[in-house]
């Protein structure tokens, strides 16, 4: 039983899908950030595949709208119009109906016609090529993480470099997730700056290496949380570390980044860009 | 230099974004799937925040609409309406604007103005709680893989069993990653089947223990790719695992589903829904 609309909450907002409700969930929040003083409660109702199931879907709508004496906001990836036509006959709500939008001024265009296929974006390959890429790229980004390994790494489509904390975990198995790319990481270490030299598996692999780097402070906030009150996480050692990090990736030629300010997608977005890396799954 | 479009190509597709292009690329590719019998080569173009950019933007479109012979599709989320403006003024393409179709009807709605911010969904907000969240959920996910340690299972949101490749990993991985669910995993093991017990540590955690199956068919393929004509892999030895497997979950009367068909997105979504976990991320 959700509690009632708290007054921070201005609306409820559904989110329906015949499939997993990412896409509708991706594009709904992504329009809702530009209304800044909006607050939402907002609720996933996936695998909405029947007419059935649209009639239990309004009735939520429904309540939620009695409930919060506003009616809901809608974000609907339907794609079958018997199941969209019984959602909405039943239900009092604001609805975004993002396949009608776009899917038939796509058929004009194209000149074809549009499988109304339920589910689909992310349905049933999972014997594809795509989709077996994806699962290798995380296994791979699993196997090389933090410098596990060094075999392979001529396998790897982008090696990421940086300090500890800098987020090269994160980002390695975004990429992978995501993008369906091998991401290796390594870290560097403060025996790699006394040598002052990678270490000894990257120097071969230097085209696909792309570095990450933090502001001390930032970095000494993340390590205090993992080691509190550590030389680890003393601004000081932080402080340091960088320099000597940026100062070798720049005298090797490494692209880099700073991840101070940027979550995991941009970051990630930037890299497949920096080292022209192809999307491998969808 | 791209390759000229290959007859299996019938249009270049842009996804153009301010941002990371991520909610340009999710939304177009669903759009994209219910036309079957098209086939595109897509083309990223994350970044696109001022009049410049736009302009380059709209030469590479040009650049590819001469080259197929067919003007592109671009999907675009460009918010900010002068960028937006001079994307569109110099290229000659079919355009969907995203947040053209649906910010202004919500506006009217909501009763709010949009703040037309670039960039907004993935952007900085790398100190808020959120981020934090989606953070930890991956560290903790990282640190309870495949029964690594059994510490901490209390903090877990949810904890995923079944036998060796049944897609436990990747599934936590995506639930941390996208929804900032603590997803731990517990691989169940021939040794278990013998003593006819769940591993030790699970036992006090069974209302979020969540199982994943397969068919005996579909894991001897996936096994065989990691150790071939292994004992491991035969499909006699999978079959009785499987099965062994199900009939622990059926005793202790553990939820679970089977990954056989389902891509991880699918997977993920159902657990969220099945074990009622709420998104910590967005």
């Not at 509690?3 to 989110?15: C, I, K, N, Q």
Request: some cysteine; hydrophobic content about 35%.
């Amino acid at each position: 039983m959700p509690e009632p609309l708290s007054p921070t909450h201005d609306r409820t907002v559904f989110f329906v899908s015949d499939g997993t409700g990412i896409t509708a969930e991706t594009l709904g929040h992504s329009v809702l950030t530009q209304f800044e003083h909006l607050r939402y409660r907002p609720q996933r109702l996936p695998f909405v595949d029947s007419a059935d199931k649209a009639r239990e879907a309004s009735a939520r709508i429904n309540e939620a709208g009695v409930r919060d004496g506003k009616r809901p906001i809608v974000f609907s990836t339907l794609v079958d119009p018997t199941v969209s036509a019984a959602m909405r006959a039943g239900a009092e709500a604001f609805f975004i109906e993002m396949f009608e939008a776009f899917v038939e001024p796509l058929e004009r265009e194209l000149g074809l016609q549009s499988t109304h296929t339920i589910g689909r974006s992310h349905a049933i390959r999972v014997n594809s090529e795509d989709y077996k890429n994806r699962i290798e790229a995380i296994n791979f980004t699993l196997a090389h993480d933090d410098g596990q390994s060094a075999k392979g790494l001529a396998g790897a489509d982008v090696i990421l470099v940086g300090v500890s904390r800098s987020g090269k975990t994160p980002t390695s198995l975004y990429l992978a997730m995501q993008y369906g790319v091998k991401a290796a990481n390594y870290p560097l270490i403060p025996e790699d700056f006394e040598r002052g030299q990678l270490p000894t598996a990257l120097p071969h692999h230097k085209d696909k290496i792309f570095g990450l780097s933090i502001s001390p402070e930032r970095l000494a906030e993340v390590r205090h949380e993992r080691r509190p009150n550590s030389r680890y996480a003393a601004l000081e050692n932080c402080r340091s570390e960088i320099e000597a990090a940026e100062r070798m990736m720049r005298r090797e030629g490494i692209r880099w980044l700073s991840s101070t300010t940027k979550s995991i997608e941009e970051i990630a977005a930037t890299i497949m860009q920096e080292v022209r890396l192809e999307r491998r799954s969808y």
